[in-house]
């Protein structure tokens, strides 16, 4: 058994854990997306001081141009999160020209005995439902995918796509995907992602649609924050129908990406295994 020391954020009902990337209220996970959770990490771990517009740009969008409605829009984000501290005040205020600064009261908690193993930090503030929150942490339902061709027969080829990422995703220990048999209920209706994500009780859903022109294939899918309907990533596939397999492994590689899951080397191998094979479809469109 192994220990390692962790320390975590309090402030008014919230308890921030910075290596697990959780923010709970009341020992409940509160869903943030991944740049909204590094934001208000940025400015907690800098409470001291203001943080400078620019180095909120340049340290969370560190590969991508973004302009200041963005972080503008994140930090709005954060607020409705968080509401107001229990004296009515935001817990992140904004200085003019200059950038944002974390106001709230903060209390700053060591743990020396974490058990990593069992995964529970012995405080009574976080153990309580903590196999919950762990389990809930990151979690998907992938849609099934509507089938635009005019050719009814190509509704195989929808249905293997959506099937296949299911399968490979869901061997990530950090990630719990919706099974097939339930999603596929949903087939042929037209689909909420933010209703049907609550109704299954998960953090992200994926919807896409297929399109089957000769020998060309579209697929074109969209992650989508059940928290505040945001997109978290969307992509357009125009590939060959030979090339069924890479697009697939290509869905699955970019949903953990977004995720920011951690795997294991087995893990990145397993995704990056041919999927079973779908038959040829020879119809034109």
Do not use: C
């Not at 009515?88 to 944002?100: A, C, S």
Request: hydrophobic share 40%; glycine share 6%.
């Amino acid at each position: 058994m192994s220990n390692e020391a962790s320390h975590y954020y309090e402030f008014g009902p919230f308890l921030l854990d910075p290596a697990r990337r959780l923010l709970l209220r009341d020992g409940k996970p509160v869903s943030l997306t991944a740049k909204a959770f590094d934001t208000l990490l940025v400015l907690i771990e800098n409470r001291e001081r203001i943080v400078e517009k620019d180095e909120l740009l340049k340290g969370i969008w560190r590969d991508t141009f973004v302009e200041d409605a963005t972080l503008a829009q994140n930090i709005f984000t954060i607020r409705k999160t968080l509401g107001e501290d229990p004296d009515g005040h935001q817990y992140i205020v904004t200085i003019p020209k200059r950038g944002y600064r974390f106001v709230g009261r903060m209390r700053e908690l060591q743990n020396q005995y974490f058990n990593v193993e069992e995964k529970r930090p012995p405080t009574a503030r976080l153990s309580a439902g903590y196999e919950e929150i762990e389990s809930e942490r990151q979690s998907l339902a992938i849609m099934p995918l509507a089938n635009l061709s005019d050719d009814p027969g190509a509704e195989y080829l929808s249905d293997g796509i959506a099937e296949n990422v299911i399968n490979s995703l869901s061997q990530l220990h950090e990630l719990r995907v919706v099974a097939r048999s339930t999603v596929f209920r949903y087939k042929g209706a037209e689909i909420d992602p933010l209703e049907v994500g609550r109704q299954l009780n998960v953090t992200a859903v994926l919807v896409g649609r297929v399109l089957l022109i000769g020998d060309q294939l579209i697929v074109k899918v969209e992650l989508v924050d059940v928290a505040n309907g945001w997109q978290l990533w969307g992509e357009q596939y125009t590939r060959k129908l030979a090339d069924i397999y890479e697009v697939q492994e290509e869905i699955a590689k970019h949903i953990s990406d977004k995720l920011r899951l951690t795997m294991t080397t087995k893990e990145r191998k397993q995704l990056a295994r041919h999927y079973t094979e779908i038959p040829k479809h020879t119809s034109s469109i």
